[in-house]
């Protein structure tokens, strides 16, 4: 197995900036608090890789029945890492203390890429009734052969000049009061509208379509997979990471082994080139570097050798990451936290709002807040396509799921609420309650639907609030929402709802408005009164059970597929 082990780059003489300047605690340094170029520094003391496509000659980029993917017409190297990036987020955790011994060295590092390429108007949610707000960051893992370290892990050298494919995708939602984070996946091959993107280097535009969402890179890069996501989900995304194959074995190199288990002998490998190459025999094992990026891409040989079992791999993995990371065991030695923050800078491709290590830090500081027992990873509800050679989402439970994480619900079905008090009276007289209304209806696919401000605040006159008004400024949200300012305006806002039939889930109190606001949603295009669905006054508040959810403590076993085992 190869390993890597890179020490930073000790050519560029700079003046460093110190403990104090940036803020941090002085305990975060060697030496007494000394950065590497202080007088008086000293520095700490000091698998197999198959030689094709992980998958084989004959994989291809779908499903085929029996629920065995299959690739199309051009087959060897489209497989790719299925690598769930949520690793790095975590590992800033531990890594950016120690990276500010070096911070513009690390911050040269990143590599950065615009948000979002696309149109959706989407806007950030509003913080809630003590001014918080959820975080959610698209991790990203991209097939792409553009080194030779990453055609020798990879295979595939036909492959080299292809675009890149993010063949991994998951969205992390953390709560608004950090209690709980939640992580949903989604096939490689689930079938999606793509927007419409331009790439932001050769200023060529794409069309909208209906294509596997891992071509979604290939559309500019991965602010158009941001932007692919935000139309599926209804989910406005903060941020984005990328990492590709080399960056997933240096970073597991630095991490020093992650405990895995399986219940029986694997070996990943057949007589027609199907396979990782992974080797473990029966039982837990750390795994690092190459034998790492292994388990992570392995298919055949994990459950129904499908890229679903595949995920749950993954799952596991990183679960078991954040389990070793909040330990703190591998993060004691100053010279494996230089090891890490160079592997995770270097490894990354973040988007503009996260462009330097301070901020990265910021975020790792967010999610160190969470309770292991409070993280949920999940699967999105899926069903097979027509054929059986790709994936859709799966109608009521992928919805539903998403809905979870737009009201910021955790999916681990744990959140603690008080039993809710009466709902109290209108403190407003109708004629006097100013309710400004906007049209949330902007979908970049079906485009908006036009008036709907207006229909909604002739509909609330005629009902008697009188002083309601519209403003023109357009906007896209999937859920319709009514917020409010302050625990006075309660009574006013729910007896609105009552009057147009939304349910209790759809009022909100928030700390950014003034008076009460509706945003009419994708959910309510037509009709002056809000169309009736199942489950509308009780949302769900736990992840449906074709989510596979595993839980952050969870520490069980992959199930061998018996044609892979020895």
């Given at each position: ?231 599926l989900t209804g989910i406005y995304i903060d941020h984005f990471m990328m990492v590709d194959f080399s960056g997933v074995v240096d970073m597991a190199d630095a991490i020093g082994g992650v405990p895995v288990c399986v219940r029986a002998n694997i070996y990943s490998h057949d007589s027609k080139g199907h396979g990782s ?120 439970d992928a919805d539903a799921t998403f809905a979870m994480l737009r009201n910021d619900t955790a999916l681990d079905g744990k959140d603690t609420k008080k039993k809710p008090a009466p709902d109290p009276k209108p403190s407003t007289p109708k004629d006097q309650l100013k309710v400004v209304v906007q049209n949330g209806t902007n979908s970049t696919v079906t485009g908006p639907a036009s008036g709907r401000a207006s229909d909604i605040q002739r509909q609330l006159a005629g009902l008697g609030w009188t002083a309601a008004g519209t403003t023109t400024v357009l906007t896209s949200q999937a859920d319709t929402t009514l917020t ?83």
């Open positions: 197995m190869r390993q890597s082990s890179v020490r930073g780059d000790r050519s560029r003489r700079r003046r460093q900036p110190d403990a104090q300047e940036l803020g941090w605690d002085d305990s975060l340094y060697d030496n007494k608090g000394l950065p590497p170029d202080a007088p008086g520094w000293t520095p700490p003391e000091g698998g197999e890789v198959p030689p094709g496509d992980e998958d084989g000659p004959e994989a291809g980029a779908g499903h085929r029945k029996g629920g065995r993917p299959r690739r199309k017409k051009g087959g060897k190297g489209r497989k790719v890492l299925r690598w769930t990036a949520i690793s790095l987020a975590v590992l800033i955790v531990g890594t950016a203390g120690a990276g500010y011994w070096y911070y513009e060295h690390l911050n040269a590092n990143l590599r950065k890429a615009p948000r979002s390429l696309g149109n959706s108007g989407l806007k950030k949610p509003d913080p809630n009734a003590f001014g918080q707000t959820p975080l959610n960051i698209l991790l990203l893992g991209s097939d792409g052969r553009n080194s030779k370290k990453n055609i020798e892990l990879g295979g595939a050298r036909q492959d080299a000049d292809r675009k890149p494919l993010a063949d991994v995708q998951m969205l992390v939602h953390v709560s608004a009061d950090r209690s709980n984070m939640s992580v949903i996946s989604i096939p490689r091959d689930t079938r999606v509208t793509i927007p419409k993107c331009t790439d932001p280097k050769t200023h060529e535009e794409y069309p909208q379509t209906t294509a596997p969402i891992n071509e979604s890179l290939q559309h500019g890069g991965p602010g158009c997979t941001l932007a692919t996501w935000q139309e190459g992974l080797r473990l025999t029966k039982g837990t094992h750390p795994v690092k570097g190459v034998q790492a990026l292994q388990w992570l891409r392995t298919r055949y040989g994990f459950e129904d050798n499908t890229d679903i079992g595949r995920a749950k791999a993954q799952h596991m993995y990183m679960n078991s990451m954040i389990r070793q990371l909040k330990k703190g065991t591998k993060l004691s030695d100053p010279g494996q936290l230089r090891d890490l923050a160079e592997a995770a800078t270097k490894a990354l491709t973040v988007d503009d709002g996260l462009d330097t290590v301070k901020k990265l830090y910021d975020l790792g500081g967010d999610l160190s807040r969470v309770p292991t027992k409070r993280t949920t990873m999940i699967t999105m509800p899926w069903q097979y396509g027509p054929g059986e050679r790709y994936v859709v989402p799966k109608p009521g409010y300012h302050g625990t006075d305006r309660r009574g006013d806002a729910l007896a609105v709802a009552k009057a147009l039939g939304l349910p209790k889930s759809a009022v909100r109190e928030s700390s950014s408005v003034t008076g009460l606001q509706l945003i009419v949603g994708n959910d309510w295009r037509a009709g002056t009164t809000y169309p009736k669905t199942s489950g509308n006054d009780k949302p769900a508040d736990k992840a449906p059970a074709s989510a596979d959810a595993q839980n952050g403590e969870s520490k069980g076993c992959m199930k061998v597929n018996p044609d892979y085992t020895f």
